[in-house]
C-alpha cells in the first residue's frame, strides 16, 4: 500500500511506462485511466489472495448471495475509498495534473441491473466485504447490461449498452475453472449397482467461464468475489464446417452464447422468455457446480461429508430468480454425489434462504411446464417430486382442504410457480421492509405462514452509506466529520450525534452551502447535456426511478400540471420556485411506461418555454439514468419523491440514498418510507395518501370508483382532461393510454383518489421551505437518522439471524 503520495507518484508513471510504452504526457485520458486502476487492482489482488487463502484454511462458513443482477455502477472511486487511498492518490494525480474525478469518468458502468433488486445486490457485497463477512456474489456476465435511454422527441429511444468494449479491468477471467451446463435432451432412470440413476441424453452443452470481480471491504483486509459466468464456446460444428456450411457453424456458436448475451429490461414487468429461464438455469447450475467443487476439497467428498453442507456454505436467493437453486442442489446431491433422497432435502433446505422482493401479482414468476420439462427435463422432474412430496404433507395437515392445498401446490394450472417453489426449498424467507413483511405473511403468502410460521422474517433494505453519502456527496461526509468526527463512517448510526446541531445556525447555514453547492454542480450538468437553465434557488423536487404505473410519476406529472394551470390563471400567485426532475427507464415492452415519459417530455415542452411561468417552474427529464448520475443526482435534491401506491412498492432503496443526503422526503406510507417517517418523525417528513390497508381494503372488497372521484374536483378534472382535449402539444391520441387508465380501468393505482392530498403536501413542502431554518433542521435530522438504512446494519442481521456466519479477520500476509 502507497504509503504517500511520492510513493503513489513513482508507481504510477512507472506502470504507464511500461504498460503503454508511453509517458504521461504522451498518455491519453482512457490510458491514464488503464494505468492507474490496473496499480490499484495489483493491490487488491494481494489481499483477495490473501482473503481466498484464509477462508481455505480457517474453513469458516461462507455465504453466496444469488441473483441475476449486480448493479454495480462505477468500481474504481468505491474502491479507492475502501483502500483508504482517496486522498494521496488523488492529491498525487493532482500533482501529475490529472484529475481524479475526470479519470473516474472514464469507467463504463457495469450496469448488470434494472433497479432497485440490483442496487441492492450490489451495496450487499459492500457491506459483507466491510464487516468482513465471507460473502460472495454468484451472478450473469451479461454482454450487454442494461439498455443506454435517449429521449427523442420526447420519446424513450433504446440504444445498446457496450460496457466491455475497451475491456473491464476489474475482472479476471478464469477459463480452468469452467463448467458445462446441460440443456434440452431427455433424462432416463436406470438402477446402477443397486442404486437408482439419472442418465441425462442427447443434451445441448453450454460452457460457462467465470469471470471473477474483487469486493474490497472498507479499511480492512477483507477481498470477497462476485463470480460472473459467461456463455461461451469454442465449439464449431465441424461437421457443417467440413460440407462448407460456414454459416450454420457460427450460428450454433452463436446461439450457444446467446444465454448470457443480454440483461432482460424488465423491472416488475414480466416476460415470460425461454432466454431467460435458460439463463436463470446457467447461472445457478454453474454456480452451483463450482461451489460443490471447492467444498469437496475443503471439507471432504463422501456423502456423509456433503450431507453436511448447510454447515458450512448458506445459499441465499435474491427473489425467485435463483429458485431453480432447490432442484439443482437436489440433482447435485443425488444424481452426482449419491445422497438420498431425504438427506438430499434436509441438506438442501438448511443451506438456502430466499428474499421476496415484489408483491405484484404480475411479477411474481411462474414457467410452463412444457417449456421446463423441454429445456430442463431433470429438474422438472425434481420440482416434481417435491411437489408430490409436499402436497402429501399439507393432506395430512389439512384434510379435504382442496383449495388451499392447490393454492399452495408448486406446480398448478399447468405452472411452475417459482415462490412457492422458494418458500418450500428454504429455510427463511424474508420481506425487504416491516409493511412488506407483514403483507407477505397477512396477505400473498399467508397459506404458507400458516404453514411455516417461523419461516417468515423481515429484513429492512439499507444501503452502502459510502458510496451514497461519503462518495457521492465528499462536501456532506467532510462537514459531517468535522462536526462529530469520522466515527460515523464506520458506525453510522453515529450520525445521530448530529441532531444535537439540528437547531444550530451556524451548522445549518454549512449545510446549506454544502446543498447549494451539489445543486450547481446539477445544475451545470443540466446546462451542459440539455442546454436549458435551472434556478439553484429554487426547489429541487426529484422524483428517480423506473417508470412504473404503481409507482405513480403521473401523479406527480399531474400535479405540476395543475400548478401550471394555477399559475396560468393568476400570474400574481406567490409559489416557491420549483425545479421538477425526472428520471428512469421504462421496459421496452411496457407501453403505458412509455406513454408517461412523453407526457412528462411534453410538460417540460409547454412549461419550460412559457414566458408567463418564466423561472419559476422548470421540469427536466434527465435522459438515462443510471448509478452514476444517480451519484450526482441524489446529493442534490431537496425534495424526494416517494409517492407510490401504498403497499406496492416493496421498500424503496432510492428514498434511503435521498434521506442520507438530507432530502426531505414526501411520500405515501409505504415500503420502508414508514420506516423512515419513524425515526425522522412525522415533523421531518411529509407524508399523505391512502395507507396499504385501505389499498388492500379497495383491492379485496371494490369501493373505489374513480370517476367519482375525479367529478367531484374540478382541478383534477382540469388537468385529466387535458391529456386529452388538445392542450398538449402530441397527436391526439398520444396520452389515451394514460388517461384510459385513470378513468376507464377505474385507476388501479388510486391516483385520482390521492390527488388531493398530494396536492396538499405539496403546499406544506413549499411552506415549509419558505422558513428556511425549519428547512434546514428537517434536513439535518433526515441525515442525522438514516444510520438505521446504511446495508451494513441490514447485512448484519441477515449474517446473524438467516446465514449464521460470522466474521473472518484476514491477516495482511
Ligand atoms: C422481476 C421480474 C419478473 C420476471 C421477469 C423480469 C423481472 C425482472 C426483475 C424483477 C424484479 C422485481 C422485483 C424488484 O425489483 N423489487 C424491488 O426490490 C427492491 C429491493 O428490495 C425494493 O426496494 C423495491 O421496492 C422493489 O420494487
Given at each position: 500500500m502507497f504509503k504517500s503520495k511520492e510513493e503513489f507518484k513513482t508507481a504510477y508513471i512507472e506502470r504507464l511506462e511500461t504498460l503503454f510504452g508511453q509517458s504521461l504526457d504522451e498518455s491519453s485520458m482512457a490510458d491514464k485511466y488503464v494505468a492507474f486502476s490496473a496499480l490499484i487492482r495489483q493491490l487488491i489482488n494481494k489481499s483477495w489472495y490473501q482473503s481466498n487463502r484464509q477462508y481455505r484454511a480457517t474453513k469458516e462458513k461462507q455465504v453466496y448471495y444469488f441473483s441475476m443482477e449486480f448493479l454495480l455502477g462505477r468500481l474504481l472511486a468505491s474502491n479507492l475509498f475502501n483502500l483508504g487511498l482517496t486522498e494521496i492518490c488523488g492529491q498525487g494525480l493532482k500533482e501529475l495534473g490529472i484529475n481524479l474525478s475526470e479519470l473516474e469518468a472514464v469507467e463504463q458502468d457495469a450496469?448488470?441491473?434494472?433497479g432497485g433488486l440490483g442496487r441492492l445486490a450490489a451495496c450487499f457485497l459492500d457491506s459483507m466485504a466491510a464487516l468482513q463477512l465471507p460473502g460472495h456474489g454468484c451472478g450473469i456476465r451479461y454482454r450487454h447490461g442494461m439498455f443506454e435511454q435517449k429521449i427523442v422527441d420526447g420519446y424513450q429511444i433504446e440504444l445498446p449498452d457496450n460496457w466491455l468494449k475497451d475491456g473491464y479491468i476489474w475482472e479476471m477471467r478464469k477459463a480452468d475453472r469452467a463448467v458445462t451446463v446441460k440443456f434440452g435432451g431427455q433424462v432416463r432412470l436406470a438402477e446402477q449397482g443397486g442404486r437408482l440413476v439419472a442418465i441425462h441424453e442427447n443434451y445441448e452443452p453450454v460452457v460457462a467461464v467465470p469471470y471473477d470481480v474483487p469486493v474490497v471491504g472498507a479499511n480492512c483486509n477483507t477481498v470477497n468475489t462476485l463470480r460472473l459466468w459467461s456463455a461461451e464456446t469454442n465449439h464449431f460444428d465441424l461437421s457443417s464446417f467440413s460440407k462448407g456450411d460456414f454459416l450454420k457453424a457460427v450460428e450454433q456458436k452463436y446461439s450457444l452464447e446467446a444465454t448470457s448475451q443480454i440483461l432482460y429490461p424488465d423491472d416488475n414487468y414480466p416476460e415470460g422468455k425461454t432466454l431467460r429461464l435458460k439463463q436463470q438455469y446457467f447461472f445457478v447450475s454453474a454456480g452451483l457446480q463450482s461451489i460443490v467443487r471447492r467444498y469437496k476439497r475443503t471439507h471432504g467428498a463422501t456423502p456423509a461429508d456433503l450431507a453436511k453442507i448447510h454447515e458450512k456454505i448458506a445459499i441465499h436467493i435474491n427473489?425467485?430468480?435463483?429458485?431453480?437453486a432447490i432442484p439443482e442442489l437436489m440433482r447435485i446431491l443425488?444424481?452426482?454425489?449419491?445422497?438420498?433422497w431425504d438427506e438430499a432435502w434436509n441438506t438442501t433446505s438448511k443451506t438456502i434462504s430466499y428474499t421476496n422482493h415484489t408483491i405484484l401479482p404480475e411479477a411474481l414468476e411462474k414457467w410452463p411446464v412444457d417449456l421446463v420439462q423441454a429445456l430442463l427435463p431433470r429438474m422438472y422432474m425434481i420440482i416434481h417430486e417435491i411437489n408430490e412430496r409436499f402436497c402429501a404433507a399439507l393432506w395430512q395437515e389439512y384434510p379435504g382442504q382442496w383449495e388451499r392445498i392447490r393454492e399452495m401446490a408448486i406446480i398448478g394450472d399447468c405452472y411452475v410457480r417459482m415462490a412457492n417453489l422458494a418458500v418450500v426449498g428454504s429455510h427463511s424467507v424474508n420481506g425487504v421492509a416491516a409493511v412488506h413483511s407483514e403483507i407477505l405473511k397477512k396477505e400473498v403468502m399467508s397459506n404458507f405462514h400458516q404453514y411455516f410460521p417461523h419461516r417468515f422474517t423481515n429484513k429492512t433494505n439499507g444501503v452502502t452509506h459510502r458510496r451514497w453519502l461519503a462518495k457521492a456527496n465528499p462536501k456532506l461526509a467532510s462537514l459531517i466529520t468535522e462536526t462529530i468526527g469520522p466515527g460515523w463512517l464506520a458506525h453510522p448510526n453515529e450520525l445521530a450525534n448530529l441532531r444535537r446541531y439540528a437547531q444550530d445556525p451556524a451548522f445549518q447555514a454549512s449545510i446549506k452551502a454544502v446543498k447549494q453547492a451539489n445543486k450547481a454542480r446539477l445544475a451545470a450538468y443540466i446546462k451542459n447535456k440539455m442546454a436549458i437553465t435551472v434556478d439553484v434557488n429554487s426547489i429541487f423536487d426529484v422524483q428517480v426511478k423506473r417508470i412504473h404505473a404503481y409507482k405513480r410519476q403521473t401523479l406527480n406529472a399531474l400535479h405540476i400540471l395543475d400548478l401550471y394551470n394555477r399559475l396560468k390563471a393568476d400570474p400574481a400567485i406567490d409559489i416557491e420556485p420549483r425545479t421538477f426532475i425526472f428520471g428512469g427507464k421504462a421496459a421496452t415492452g411496457y407501453y403505458l411506461a412509455k406513454r408517461i415519459i412523453k407526457f412528462i417530455n411534453t410538460l417540460a415542452q409547454v412549461i419550460n418555454n412559457d414566458p408567463v411561468i418564466g423561472a419559476r417552474i422548470k421540469v427536466i427529464f434527465l435522459e438515462n439514468y443510471s448509478v452514476s448520475l444517480a451519484e450526482l443526482i441524489m446529493p442534490a435534491a431537496d425534495v424526494s419523491e416517494?409517492?407510490?401506491?401504498?403497499?406496492?412498492?416493496?421498500?424503496?432503496t432510492g428514498n434511503m440514498k435521498f434521506m442520507m443526503n438530507g432530502a426531505v422526503t414526501i411520500g405515501t406510507l409505504d415500503g420502508a418510507n414508514i420506516e423512515i417517517r419513524d425515526e425522522?418523525?412525522?415533523?421531518?417528513i411529509v407524508i399523505f395518501g391512502l395507507t396499504a390497508a385501505e389499498v388492500l381494503n379497495y383491492y379485496k372488497y371494490g369501493g373505489y370508483n374513480a370517476l367519482e372521484v375525479y367529478q367531484g374536483n374540478p382541478r383534477l378534472r382540469l388537468v385529466v382532461d387535458q391529456l386529452m382535449n388538445g392542450f398538449l402539444p402530441a397527436s391526439p391520441d398520444e396520452f389515451h393510454s394514460i388517461h384510459h387508465s385513470l378513468l376507464r380501468t377505474n385507476d388501479e393505482y388510486f391516483v385520482l383518489r390521492d390527488f388531493a392530498g398530494y396536492a396538499a403536501a405539496q403546499e406544506k413542502v413549499a411552506c415549509l421551505y419558505r422558513d428556511q431554518s425549519r428547512w434546514q433542521a428537517m434536513a439535518v435530522n433526515n441525515i442525522a437518522f438514516s444510520?438505521?438504512?446504511?446495508?451494513d446494519r441490514t447485512v448484519a442481521e441477515y449474517a446473524i439471524g438467516i446465514w449464521g456466519i460470522k466474521p473472518v479477520v484476514i491477516r495482511e500476509s
Open positions: 450496469g448488470l441491473g434494472n427473489d425467485t430468480h435463483p429458485a431453480l443425488m444424481d452426482e454425489e449419491g445422497l438420498g416517494q409517492i407510490s401506491t401504498a403497499s406496492r412498492e416493496a421498500s424503496g425522522v418523525g412525522d415533523d421531518n444510520g438505521r438504512f446504511a446495508s
